[in-house]
């Protein structure tokens, strides 16, 4: 398939989509792809919920804050989050 076929096909599958939010995602991904291409040193290895790039450096950084998160107890036990949804059912 050649890229302008590639291209029509795109358009042409958006075209189709109602869904703001859905529209709004797509949107987000492909301008995060656009921004990884210009600065390439910075390795996109994740997506945040919304469709947002998170680069390796970002990754590992989130990471770290979660690991220290957890040692200094930030955590709830199994047991505590079962007990909780047990009340609110």
Request: charged residues 30%; proline residues 0%; without cysteine.
């Amino acid at each position: 398939m050649s890229t302008l076929e590639i291209k029509n096909k795109i358009v042409s599958s958006l075209n189709a989509i109602e869904d703001s939010s859905v529209l709004e995602t797509v949107l987000n991904y492909v301008e995060n792809l656009k921004d990884s291409h210009k600065n390439s040193s910075e390795e996109i290895v994740a997506y945040s919920i919304d469709g947002k790039a998170i680069s390796k450096k970002e990754y590992i950084k989130r990471n770290e804050q979660a690991l220290n998160s957890y040692k200094r107890g930030n955590f709830k036990t199994q047991e505590e989050l079962l007990n909780k949804y047990k009340k609110s059912i």
